[in-house]
């Protein structure tokens, strides 16, 4: 995409988060009239995802040339997802124990929905299982992204064995990225309108402005909690992109447009496409670009984990409940964990803390007093988690042997 067009895209995108807000704080309900427009955006992101994904890995894997540089490339990333994964739970659990957003919070006993007390049985081994699936197909329906990635991966390294039978068919995978990335630019010029609705619909399902403040007050400190820890995640990775990439403000900047839209739709994994184009339109390698991000996409969640980390110790201290190292250190692990386990998608992050809370012995219908705030700050963390995913691009991409910042 030009890069004056980027630009006006970004303005007309920043225009549709605050048209967006205004109109569903003012009218409410009235704005549900517009989620069709939203859903129809959401549901064009979604349609590339799956071949996207399929496309790109294929062919970022095979353009490593030999497949040894694999572990390269996947040993910065895992080193980097972990890292910043651990730093963000970090800053979550600093952040409320100096806020203690929960003592002394007066609440009704909350009731949480079916489909969560059903989860309590996640665990690590969860995790792995979920890595190879019996029906691709299934997973995809599903938009697990994780087996996908993992086939795409094994077949383009059988791929690149097979010598110019091979070639043929990564050369196909190859034009099947670029047309798909052609269908991403296209949809980006939707984003602002999509984002609009999306965002004004959201809050006018939340019965509009008036209606919010009282939810975001019945919980107190603890939006502040969430969203000043998400800031200060943030400016972590700022630190990162200027210090171990190399790169400026710009990158930022440039990234703007995949930012707005993961706070539109609240979804790595929708957001994903424009993730991509955004890092490719500045210059980060393509190696990085198709390996890490689609991985990130949906391993990779800084903004999931440090809020994980945060809510479990918010419910903790609501019910009085005193953790002390032991259990927080538990909270640390499994926080990174459930942030690994949750998919890309709206309120993933919420099912997920169910491995959290049961770790550590807390009551699981604490998480029925994080719902009604839930969707605002999982905007927020979405773009976090976009954000993490698009510095350890750039941060790859620095320690590739053949290309430098
Ligand atoms: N919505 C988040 C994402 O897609 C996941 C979550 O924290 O709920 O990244």
Redesign the pocket.
């Known amino acids: 995409m030009p890069h004056s067009h980027a630009v006006a895209l970004l303005l007309f995108i920043v225009l549709g988060v605050f048209a967006g807000a205004a109109t569903g704080w003012v009218w409410g309900e009235g704005m549900l009239a517009v989620a069709w427009v939203g859903e129809l955006f959401l549901n064009a992101l979604k349609m590339l995802i799956i071949p996207l994904i399929v496309a790109a890995v294929i062919s970022g894997v095979a353009s490593l040339g030999d497949i040894r540089k694999l572990g390269r490339l996947g040993g910065i990333t895992v080193l980097y997802f972990t890292g910043t994964t651990a730093i963000a739970v970090a800053i979550g659990l600093l952040m409320v124990n100096l806020i203690q957003p929960g003592v002394g919070l007066e609440f009704d006993a909350p009731v949480i929905p079916e489909s969560m007390a059903a989860k309590t049985e996640i665990g690590f081994s969860d995790i792995l299982l979920s890595l190879v699936s019996p029906n691709l197909i299934a997973s995809a329906a599903e938009t697990q992204l994780l087996p996908l990635i993992l086939f795409s991966i094994l077949l383009s390294a059988a791929l690149t064995t097979l010598g110019p039978v091979g070639e043929h068919v990564i050369g196909m995978f190859n034009g099947l990225n670029e047309a798909l990335m052609k269908l991403v630019i296209w949809l980006m010029y939707l984003a602002p309108v999509g984002i609009f609705a999306l965002v004004a619909a959201r809050l006018g399902r939340a019965g509009g402005g008036e209606a919010f403040l009282g939810e975001i007050a019945a919980v107190g400190l603890h939006v502040v909690t969430v969203l000043s820890g998400l800031a200060a995640h943030f400016v972590v990775l700022v630190a990162l992109l200027l210090f171990i990439s190399g790169r400026g403000f710009g990158y930022l900047f440039g990234l703007l447009r995949a930012l707005f839209t ?1 706070f539109g739709t ?4 929708a957001t994903l496409p424009l993730t991509m184009e955004c890092a490719r339109e500045q210059g980060v390698d393509e190696k990085a670009v198709r390996f890490v991000l689609p991985l990130g996409s949906t391993v990779n ?1 800084n ?2 984990a440090l ?1 994980e980390a945060a809510a479990a110790m918010f419910i903790a201290q609501a019910y009085g409940i005193d953790l002390g190292f032991g259990a927080q250190t538990v909270i640390f692990v499994t926080a990174t964990l459930a942030a690994i386990g ?9 099912v997920t803390m169910v491995i959290v809370l049961t770790a550590v012995g807390l009551p699981i219908e604490g998480v029925g007093l994080l719902l009604a705030v839930d969707w605002f700050l ?1 905007r927020f ?2 773009a976090v ?2 954000w993490g995913d698009a510095v350890g691009a750039a941060v790859a991409h620095r320690f590739l042997p053949d290309s430098r910042a």
Do not use: C, F, K
């Open positions: 993961a609240a979804s790595s994994s969640m903004g999931t809020y949750a998919a890309g998608i709206p309120e993933a992050g919420l999982d963390r979405t988690n976009v």
